[in-house]
């Protein structure tokens, strides 16, 4: 359930007040002879449109981008594609960036979804790279390059590295240095790297965010193999809206893209409503930072609420969910044991939750918790549960707990 | 930079470079010329005029009028919580109500002479995108689909370029105006054969892209017959089925179905969007209808890359199941397109030009043959050029549509003015006065 409720009510509340001029335009049915009046009129919606996004939008989403990335970068609009959603937008970079049979190198654990969208259709192979807990799962080039050489030994070519950042499940941050040192590797091996930044908005807590396009922007060598992935609907609670972006400082790629969008086009009539809303910049920014704050706050709570059951959290620093330790409440230390205990979470508990195997996770017993999709008073009611869960496997042994269904009945 | 040009650039894969997306052709480099110089009655009388577009204007103000009254219900959907429905939801099953819509506006659309069940309907931002998705799931890389020809020419793309797939063309004939026979169907499931290519179905565009008809009910059995007897699919794309000029004289693939109680149906199914009978296209919305449990669960599960937005759901599920609305609509529309074709016949008649008989859609397929220089592609291109440039009409060439005969231009007329066309009609009018005087 990656969904961002937190700041849901401030959406509502803009478009309660502000949609219906937005969509149909002032005065309605094209009334106006003006340029803008008639954009927003049905006919300016309804009739075909660039299908990589209309300018107006994306030169608001480039300004939206920059904004929650604290201004350190500029986002330059003609360097943009917008799709429909997230997950077109890393399925068409596949199809770009690799042939059918080459890999990308992907740390793990990463987004369930990246199996779909990086090998279904484009047949792209991933190539995981372990990350472990004992350093709160951080990527090192030194994996990557033992990646690398593993896939050379089986016959197969990398092309790229696809990382997350803020990273999914874990919610890690890339600093700076690490991000130099992807580039250099990238470089040094004449491949690719897209950045899937698409919780860049959704960080709390005090470190620093730094987009791959910061260092891009002073870097010209570099420049073509990097491309970034964004999505609108994380940071406005609109994912049903669905908007992706491509971020390339590529021409070829940025060419090639834009033709597949064709298949994958945001909807006039949501375009016209999202550039109204996100020119809104007194809106914008009450949203941004609400995020932010309730963000922050629903982590701490559920963070502690987890350690007072005796589960810890790896650090993180972004996105929707922490990524908790249960690996010693697992009956085997294998993803059989993990597996169990999720069937558990989901079935008896009734907790939607992801299991680490699931993000390719090395050590078994990590689960993904998604909070955001929560309120405050909430959290107690899902400890509750996990309570249940756990107390009957860590107090009674095996042949006193009987199960009713209800998992708590000993 | 010296260090730069030392380092080997970084490749891009070979369908990212590759030709297949057919854009070179020109049936896109007239949008260009277009886009550079486009007409407009006061501002620019001289421009080209769009006839390369297969967009339905013709209807604007009944969707103006209807979006005006039900403003507030057709943003969010009838009732609350309409804003958070709308904002959260990204199912790919797709909103119900949006579904049970679109079904029944497609059973509106022929007669209530098919019925749809809302489960077997999947969304996709557009057309372009079922087609795409349905040759993914019926096609691996390097096999084909039989396409009658002329088709039209953005399946090139739509169903080669990422899947891989190939297209054989079924070969017409203008002798029989252009309809499909069980021997060109043969004979191009030979030459597939001969070449090693595995057929896996069959894709029909009806009522017919660029020809402007409706294929016959008996062409339709043949096909289906055929289709059995080679155990391959049937695609029928009908998103022009609510643009036939008159209701009785389109037959769905839905209805042939009915009257042989779906026996043997898992091999069909049906595209269709609300891009050209509603004029919506820049909506994108898009549908596959399969009488295939497994295809409509992959084509599901696929649908997740093209979304159609929440919001775009709410908005057409309110207006689409307003069946007062979708009646007068859908009447409307029909007698406004048969107005417009009989005004192009004649106008090109007066002309001197004569097109195929046709009864449906927002193009007619004109046959420019005896002014051809050469009766080769060469000189067809070669006359649609003069036609863009010194004629400044954009219209579309056989040759890029695959057509077998050289000569034939498909030339749209419901994605402009009354007024405009008759600039058009009067242009083309003195073009061909032009070419009766001798030159001096």
Known sequence: MDENKLTLDLVEEWFVENAKEAILGGGGGGGGGGGE??????????????????????????????????????????????????????????????DSGNAFLVPTPYYPGFDRDVKWRAGVEIIPVPCRSADNFSLSIAALDRGFNQAKKRGLKVRGILISNPSNPVGNLLNRET?????????????????????????????????????????????????????????????????????????????????LTRFSSVSAPSQHLLVSLLSDTEFVQKSIKNNRVRLQKMYVAFVAGLKQLGIECAKSNGGFSCWADMSELINSYSVKGELELWDKLLNTAKLNVTPGSCCHCIEPGWFQFFFANLTERDIPVVMNRILKIISCRIILPKQFVIDTGEGWAS | MAIENELPSVVLSK???????????????GWKAYDENPYDESSNPSGVIQMGLAENQVSFDMLEDYLGQHSEAS???????GFRENALFQDYHGLKSFRQAMAGFMEQIRGGRAKFDPDRLVLTAG????????????????????????????????????????????????????????????????????????VRGVLLTNPSNPLGATIQRSVLEDILDFSTRKNIHLVSDEIYSGSTFYSSEFTSIAEILEARGYKDSERVHIVYSLSKDLGLPGFRVGTIYSYNDKVVTTARRMSSFTLISSQTQHLLASMLSDKKFTESYIKTNRERLRKRYEMIIQGLRNAGIECSKGNAGLFCWMNLSPLLETRTREGEVALWKSILHEVKLNISPG????????GWFRVCFANMSEETLEVALKRIHNFMEQRKTPSV
């Not at chain 1, 904004?67 to 077109?88: H, K, R, W, Y």
Request: net charge negative.
């Open chain 1, 37 to 98: 009046g008639e954009e927003l009129s049905i006919s300016g919606i309804a009739a075909y449109q660039p299908s990589h996004g209309l300018m107006q939008l994306k030169v608001a989403v480039a300004g939206f981008m920059s904004q929650i990335m604290e201004n350190a970068v500029s986002f330059d609009p003609s360097l943009m594609l917008l799709t429909a959603g997230a997950n077109p937008a890393i399925e068409m970079l596949s199809f770009c960036l690799a």
């Open chain 1, 179 to 259: 991000l130099y040192s992807l580039l250099d590797f990238a470089r040094e091996k004449n491949i690719h790297i897209v950045s899937n930044e698409i919780f860049a908005g959704s960080t709390h807590g005090s470190e620093e965010f730094v987009s791959m396009a910061e260092l891009i922007d002073s870097n010209y060598l570099d420049r073509d193999r990097v491309h970034i992935v964004y999505d609108l609907s994380k940071d406005l609670s609109l994912s049903g809206f669905r908007v992706g972006v491509i971020y390339s400082f590529n021409n070829n790629v940025l060419a090639a893209a834009k033709k």
């Open chain 2, 15 to 29: 369908v990212a470079v590759s030709e297949t997306h057919g854009e070179d052709s020109p049936y896109f480099a």
């Open chain 2, 75 to 81: 943003i969010w959907g009838k009732g609350s919580p």
């Open chain 2, 127 to 198: 057309a372009t995108a079922a087609n795409e998705l349905l040759t993914f799931i019926l096609a691996n890389p390097g096999d084909a689909l039989l396409v009658p020809t002329p088709y039209y020419p953005g399946f090139d793309r739509d169903l080669r370029w990422r899947t891989g797939a190939k297209i054989v063309p079924v070969h017409t004939e203008s002798s029989n105006n252009f309809q499909v026979t069980t021997q060109a169907l043969e004979d191009a499931y030979e030459r597939a054969v001969a070449m090693n290519i595995n």
């Open chain 2, 399 to 406: 040759s890029s549509c695959h057509c077998s005969e050289p």
